[in-house]
């Protein structure tokens, strides 16, 4: 599986912006899909994650409120909504396919990792 992130850009504090994950040559609609963000000196965490049939989805306690995971099994494309963006929220996002139907937190249970979009909050 090889999985393609896009859709980041600048935004101003209190925006919004949607990110796709996108699978180039395999489906990943049996794969809970998560979503990492690495800001620059920080290491890469956690901040949502679907599964695969999204019935179930979890995230950070940073993002909790203010982002949706969301996919879309017949277009083999997931999406992260992030709604009231914050200066904090400014980081490198990630899309990773987990081993499994269901996922957690950790980055060891994702196996296949996309590029990352940048997202810049600005105020």
């Known amino acids: 599986v ?8 600048l935004v ?3 925006g919004s912006l949607r990110l796709s994950c996108v699978s180039a040559r395999r489906t990943f609609s049996n794969n809970a ?6 800001a620059p000196g920080k290491e890469r965490e956690f901040v949502g994650a679907i ?13 909790k409120g203010r982002f949706t ?8 494309i997931v999406y992260l909504q992030m709604d009231n963006l914050a200066l904090e929220d400014t980081a490198l996002y ?8 269901y996922s957690d937190s950790s980055r060891s249970s994702y196996a296949y990792w996309g590029q990352g979009t940048l ?5």
Not at 2 to 9: I, K, T
Not at 119 to 123: A, H, M, N, P, R
């Open 69 to 76: 995971v969301s996919r879309d099994r017949s277009a083999n």
């Open 119 to 123: 997202v810049t909050v600005s105020s």
């Open 94 to 101: 990630y899309c990773a396919a987990a081993r499994s139907s």
């Open 12 to 14: 101003q504090a209190g």
């Open 51 to 63: 599964s695969w049939n999204g019935g179930s989805t979890h995230y950070s306690e940073s993002v």
């Open 2 to 9: 090889q999985l393609q992130a896009s859709g980041g850009g």
């Open 33 to 38: 899909v998560g979503w990492f963000r690495q």
